[in-house]
């Protein structure tokens, strides 16, 4: 085989794992995506809705309801399924009169929430409330949905929320939320790095850093 610096080696493209790592080392000195998990990936919706008029019941009764979905088609989506469970609507013979997205008043102060969800398991139908620490209620429904998932191998589409409210600290009943409800709650400094300036950053150093506190 040849050497990397013969002749016969001159205008041979590198293997295909050199050239990975050579794109990876060029991606690493670009500001890197915002982490997916990290972003709210639910959205309340207020959706209004009936029946289409017909000459039997020319004004047919209007429904509200307050969705969370990823987006505006999926939260449509989710009304004509209950209107079709409860009411007897379907979207063929029904029509929407509203679709408003919801926001939080407060997104940069940190809340208690209470969620009351329904789910189907492989065997049958539970009932739970669960209990989040979040800025907005789009977040602890996101944080809902992933602990599901996880704990309960639950499907989103499986997952009916009946109810969400803002609680107070005196009403909270879990413990992974009560306990950060101590004024002189305190953290271990463990991993300790000084901010270097954007002047003197590089993507590579020579040195490890130093990640304990002296």
């Not at 977040?139 to 998932?149: D, L, N």
């Not at 300036?197 to 506190?213: D, G, H, I």
Request: aromatic share 8%; hydrophobic share 35%.
């Amino acid at each position: 085989s040849s050497s990397p610096l013969s002749p016969s080696a001159v205008g041979r493209r590198p293997p295909l794992h050199q050239r990975a790592s050579a794109t990876a080392c060029a991606e690493m000195g670009k500001s890197l995506p915002t982490d997916p998990s990290c972003q709210a990936k639910m959205r309340q919706y207020q959706i209004v809705g009936r029946a289409a008029p017909t000459a039997k019941n020319p004004v047919p009764k209007i429904y509200r309801m307050r969705l969370f979905a990823k987006n505006k088609v999926l939260a449509k989506s989710r009304f004509w399924y209950f209107m079709k469970r409860l009411n007897k609507a379907k979207k063929s013979g029904g029509e929407l009169l509203a679709v408003n997205e919801l926001f939080d008043r407060g997104p940069t102060k940190v809340k208690n929430y209470g969620i009351w969800l329904r789910y189907q398991s492989r065997t049958n139908t539970h009932n739970m409330y669960k209990e989040f620490r979040d800025v907005t209620i789009n977040g602890a429904v996101s944080q809902m949905y992933s602990e599901m998932a996880g704990r309960h191998r639950a499907h989103p589409n499986t997952i009916q929320i009946i109810n969400t409210a803002t609680l107070k600290a005196s009403e909270c009943k879990r413990d992974h939320v009560t306990e950060m409800h101590n004024s002189a709650l305190k953290y271990p400094i463990i991993r300790k790095m000084p901010m270097v300036s954007k002047k003197y950053r590089t993507t590579f150093k020579a040195s490890r850093p130093m990640t304990f506190v002296r």
